[in-house]
């Protein structure tokens, strides 16, 4: 599912194409930049460390602390290769049925462009003055359970991390599948922040279980 990722961010490397980012969310960094993320969640949470090793043509190495396991026979996960979302998207199989501009919240200037599939429609809002590079998107896909997904510009506010005013744009995510499943999340980044990502609520609504998860940035080092 297109953007069921932005749920799944934090408990995996978040600096792959979870997040819908149309631009590497570690380019304009240097070597040695680092950022340092607690995840909260049912069961516990953890302190994860990623830091900026490698910067290759192709790819860069970001290794995390505490590291994952490495099974055997498949790739480094250090060593992430990123792929803009408007290429994740060629891959699905859409046509492109629309394009244009528009001006969103805050003055923020986008491009748009509108795909549909047999039982998919999908549009995107790429623009250069917010970190990543897209400001909004809105997902429908009609089947058993009919899912819809929306992800806006909420606001700009600076969150203090580790005693530092850091500037932010705050994103709203929700997603819906069919009657019994839910979910709201709002995500904060920063072109300041190594791999752009601030903090992270999200509240998950499956049934009548509900779920919360959250991440926030408590330590970094851009270089």
């Given at each position: ?124 809002s790429f623009s250069d003055q917010v970190p ?92």
């Open positions: 599912m297109i953007l069921e990722g932005v749920i799944s961010v934090v408990l995996a490397l978040l600096v792959q194409d979870t997040l819908p980012f149309e631009k590497d969310p570690w380019d304009g960094f240097k070597v040695g930049s680092w950022v340092k993320l607690q995840t909260t969640r049912v069961g516990g949470g953890e302190d994860i460390k990623y830091t900026l090793e490698e910067i290759k043509p192709l790819h860069k190495k970001i290794v995390s602390d505490p590291a994952p396991p490495v099974e055997e026979g498949k790739d480094d996960p250090s060593i992430v290769k990123f792929t803009p979302y408007s290429k994740q998207i060629e891959k699905w199989e859409l046509q492109q049925s629309g394009k244009g501009t528009e001006t969103l919240k805050f003055g923020v200037k986008a491009r748009v462009a509108e795909y549909e599939g047999s039982s998919i429609r999908l549009r995107v990543g590079g897209i400001a909004k998107v809105i997902y429908e896909a009609a089947g058993d359970k009919p899912q819809k997904a929306a992800l806006e510009l909420d606001g700009q506010e600076k969150l203090k991390i580790a005693g530092k005013d850091v500037p932010c744009v705050r994103f709203r995510y929700d997603y819906s599948a069919g009657k019994e499943s839910k979910s709201e999340s709002m995500y904060w980044l920063s072109g300041e922040m190594p791999g752009l990502l601030v903090r992270f609520r999200a509240k998950t609504t499956t049934g009548k279980l509900v779920t919360e998860t959250g991440v926030e940035a408590v330590e970094f080092e851009k270089k």
